[in-house]
């Protein structure tokens, strides 16, 4: 049987930023960066009242689910902090070095993990409490959490190493589709998951504000608002 395996935690610095890259991206294995992001900018600028001044009048995906990047919804981020209250945002951006939400500024670029060469796209996101995110994949990514606490699920779906899992990760998009929510998922599927022989392992982390999720390019994450969050993801280029 399976166990739900706790991803590595661990503090980077200039000292050990090699072990990153050599034991986590390079291999595709997910890790919890701990308090990566605790001194950035946006950890002590960042409330709803900056987010508008700053970045107000910019528009934004207004999600009613947990398939933030099929919305089609949108809005002023004003007028989602306003008149959306209990719904979700999540707007994925082109990465421009010259043409970007001003609130990005607030993330130090280059940095020990990424520089603006290889950022593919990034997102802003702000959630309520039991909100979150389905079954999904995408390129490598760090997720920067600002406030709140969120509970991942995480495992290989790619189809060159992993045949299995994206069968599962293909299963849960059928199961799962637009109109429906993470919460269900955490609990109807995860407690079966372990039982699942074929899914070499399955891990789990709890990410608190300052700490950066590195989530690898095409393993299947899923994410369950413990709180009302806020942070930004930037996906990256291999």
Known sequence: MNQLHKIDEI???????????????????????????SDWPLMWKWNKGYIIQKAGKYPCAIVE??????????DTIENY??????????????????????ILKDIPIPNLFFNDKNIHRYFFYHAPKDAG??????????????????????HDASNSSSKEGE?????????YPIGTHAIDWFEKELPAIINKL??????????????????????MHTVLNLSEVMGMVLEINR
């Open 11 to 37: 503090k980077f610095d200039s000292s050990n930023i090699d072990l990153f890259f050599s034991n986590y991206f390079h291999p595709r294995i997910p890790v919890l960066i701990k308090d990566g992001a």
């Open 65 to 74: 689910d947990s398939r933030p990047a099929a919305s089609r919804k949108s």
């Open 81 to 102: 902090f306003s008149k959306h209250i209990g719904k979700s945002t999540l707007t994925l951006l082109p990465y421009h070095k010259t043409n970007i939400l001003p």
């Open 133 to 154: 995110t389905l079954p999904h994949k995408h390129r490598d990514a760090f997720n920067i959490l600002k406030s709140g606490e969120k509970k991942w699920i995480f």
């Open 167 to 175: 069968s599962l990760l293909d299963h849960y998009f059928n199961m």
């Open 198 to 219: 074929e899914i070499t392992k399955v891990y789990e982390c709890i990410q608190q504000p300052g700490d950066i999720v590195y989530i690898p390019s095409e393993y």
